[in-house]
């Protein structure tokens, strides 16, 4: 067979076959994506979502993609103006799926035990129930192990960890009793692997990422479904906001060297079941 006979019939192949079978994949892989996409919108509109650390960051991203599909919403938080302000503009937002729902808001802190299960009755008292549950809120750490009061590594467990559980365990009984419902967790690439001067906050985390992977295997008989979302960084004001060694703000990001890398938005996607 000549040279050109060959190319001709490698043409053949690469125009009748190859093209359509790598177009025709990515066509499916396209079609599939927005399938899952639509499934994810249909699966979130009118559910009820709770949302902690609801004001800013993640959180307030988390808001807005959820009042985008059709969730009913309770944005939890420290400060009750703040909420109204997330309030007001997600009404201000395009809503192209008209949510027609009464949102609510819920002040409390997470460090405070008692006002967490207060809070989840409160919660359970306004929707009737709740489909998923979003534990964000959280505080970082910056600082020394051997300068650091004993103090702070509580004030960091109290709000990472036994906050996010308090309020799980609060709500978690009215989920069983439907078989139903979502619980995500934001923890940290820290929950999996610590780096110097963040011992307080990486061990908060390693703590969550464990519980909320046994809850996860104890709760799957009931429908019911944990993730652990563990991201790198993020452009929030998590680090300004920190606590130093004594119990101080940290409040310093903005004065560090620019990083090679830039730091991700705050972002929300939908999840798909």
Request: net charge positive; aromatic share 6%; charged share 20%.
């Amino acid at each position: 067979m000549g040279v050109a006979r060959r190319n001709q019939k490698l043409m053949d192949f690469t125009t009748g076959i190859f093209l359509p079978l790598l177009f025709g994949g990515a066509g499916v892989f396209a079609l599939l994506r927005l399938v899952r996409r639509i499934q994810a919108r249909a699966y979130l509109k009118d559910a009820v979502v709770v949302i902690t650390g609801a004001t800013s960051g993640l959180g307030k991203e988390c808001a807005k993609a959820f009042h985008a599909a059709g969730s009913q919403l309770v944005l939890c938080g420290r400060s009750a103006e703040r909420l109204q302000g997330v309030l007001q503009e997600l009404s201000a937002a395009a809503d192209p799926l008209k949510n027609g729902h009464k949102h609510h808001t819920m002040v409390f802190d997470l460090s405070d035990i008692k006002t967490v299960v207060s809070a989840a009755k409160e919660i359970l008292s306004c929707v009737d129930h709740v489909d998923i549950l979003i534990n964000n809120a959280g505080i970082s750490y910056r600082g020394i192990i051997t300068e650091t009061a004993i103090e702070v590594d509580r004030k960091v467990m109290e709000t990472n960890y036994f906050g996010p559980l308090a309020l799980t365990k609060a709500l978690l009984p009215a989920m069983i009793k439907r078989r139903k419902g979502h619980i995500v967790t934001i923890s940290s690439v820290q929950g999996k692997i610590s780096i110097p001067f963040r011992s307080a906050y990486a061990a908060s985390k390693h703590a969550t990422q464990a519980f909320f992977d046994c809850l996860r295997a104890e709760v799957e008989q009931f429908n019911i479904e944990v993730t652990v979302v563990s991201p790198g960084y993020i452009q929030t004001n998590l680090s300004l906001n920190a606590v130093t060694s004594d119990g101080s703000q940290y409040g310093a990001v903005f004065n560090q060297p620019k990083p090679q890398t830039e730091l991700a938005p705050p972002k929300c996607k939908l999840f798909q079941r």
